[in-house]
Nanobody, 115 residues
Framework: QVQLVESGGGLVQPGGSLRLSCAAS????????MGWYRQAPGKERELVAN???????NYADSVKGRFTISRDNAKNTVYLQMNSMKPEDTAVYYC?????????WGQGTQVTVSS
């Protein structure tokens, strides 16, 4: 079993930046994908960005050029740097790990973009 612990959410003004972190409770071996999803009120959960253990990244069109995903495999941690944030980025952000087809989720962290 793996626990994912997120941190870094909060309130930010439009145009501002936030950095989310997600640490896994133990080392993850073999091919895996870590990433971030988000869910806004009344909407379905959607992929924001993910990154495979060998480095390939994938971004939602809505965040390309503004968000950057990175990971530190030695620390079992994935990060999401969010810049030029918009009100429509407001959502609960969930960390995700896909390891050998098994999905793990963090508890979620609220991100609010508002003036």
């Amino acid at each position: 079993q793996v626990q994912l612990v997120e941190s870094g959410g909060g309130l930010v003004q439009p145009g501002g930046s936030l950095r989310l972190s997600c640490a896994a409770s133990r080392s993850i071996f073999g091919f895996n994908v870590m990433g971030w999803y988000r869910q806004a009120p009344g909407k379905e959960r959607e992929l924001v960005a993910n990154m495979a253990s060998y480095g390939t990244t994938n971004y939602a069109d809505s965040v390309k050029g503004r968000f950057t995903i990175s990971r530190d495999n030695a620390k079992n941690t994935v990060y999401l740097q969010m810049n030029s944030m918009k009100p429509e980025d407001t959502a609960v952000y969930y960390c995700n790990l896909n390891s050998y087809g098994r999905m793990y989720w963090g508890q979620g962290t609220q991100v609010t973009v508002s003036s």
